[in-house]
């Protein structure tokens, strides 16, 4: 079954403090990988994308990675900001077949100054 | 500027009631989507649709329906509500294959009594 893990649920950090989400799938074939930010009660954003040959992507503060091997991919947020209080949503693609995208169900970040 | 918007953003009925959700999108997408999201879940799909005329069933389409009589517009319809269809529903529209972004609306709390 095709499915994607996010760790952890929730998270509070410090005001420019730095921190990673996590995220494990098992979705195949695999197609891309996408990070979004949604801010509560709003629609998500994408932040970045990852395809198969692409290790580290960056957007500003926000650096993806992903193992393609392993089926992992982390957000690292750094110097963190309270507008980066949101959830961040981690969405694969699996290639061909009907529309494939499974979402996980989210970091729940929450910046405190 | 190209937009999609979401129509009510929030709305109460009665179980029994067909209920109808308004997407419209300016940027002349193909591709449009209906997602619930619920506590516990990650977004979750509903219905589909490539173009004008075509629909197809996403992962929990029961007690769903939507049409597509055009580019911009994919109205989202709740038969007879439920109390389990309580939830926040998102339009998202992409253009393209999935390598591309898909771009949510705002969202639309229904509330089913």
């Known amino acids: 079954k095709n499915q994607v893990e996010q760790s952890p649920q929730s998270l509070i950090i410090l005001e420019g403090k730095n921190c990673t989400l996590q995220?494990?799938?098992?979705?195949?074939?695999?197609?891309?990988l996408r990070w979004y930010k949604q801010d509560t009660g709003r629609g998500p954003v994408s932040l970045t994308i990852?395809?198969?040959?692409?290790n580290t992507k960056s957007n500003g503060r926000y650096t993806a990675t992903l193992d393609a091997d392993t089926k992992q991919s982390s957000l690292h947020i750094t110097a963190s900001q309270l507008s980066d209080s949101a959830s961040y949503i981690c969405?694969?693609?699996?290639?061909?077949?009907?529309?494939?995208?499974?979402f996980g169900k989210g970091t729940h970040l929450i910046i405190q100054p | 500027d190209a937009e999609i918007t979401q129509s009510p953003r929030h709305k109460i009925t009665e179980t029994g009631r067909q209920v109808t959700l308004a997407c419209h999108q300016t940027?002349?997408?193909?591709?449009m989507f209906w997602y619930r999201q619920d506590l516990g879940h990650g977004l979750r799909l509903i219905h589909y649709s490539y173009g004008v005329q075509d629909t197809n069933k996403g992962e929990v389409s029961d007690g769903y329906s939507v049409s597509r009589s055009n580019t911009e517009d994919l109205p989202l319809t709740l038969e007879s509500a439920a109390s389990s269809q309580t939830s926040v529903y998102f339009c998202?529209?992409?253009?393209?294959?999935?390598?591309?972004?898909?771009?949510f609306g705002p969202g639309t709390r229904l509330t089913v009594l």
């Open positions: 995220c494990n799938y098992t979705v195949s074939p695999f197609s891309n």
């Open positions: 998202a529209s992409r253009p393209g294959t999935d390598e591309n972004e898909q771009f």
């Open positions: 940027w002349n997408h193909n591709n």
């Open positions: 969405v694969v693609s699996r290639r061909g077949g009907a529309d494939g995208l499974t």
């Open positions: 990852m395809t198969f040959s692409e």
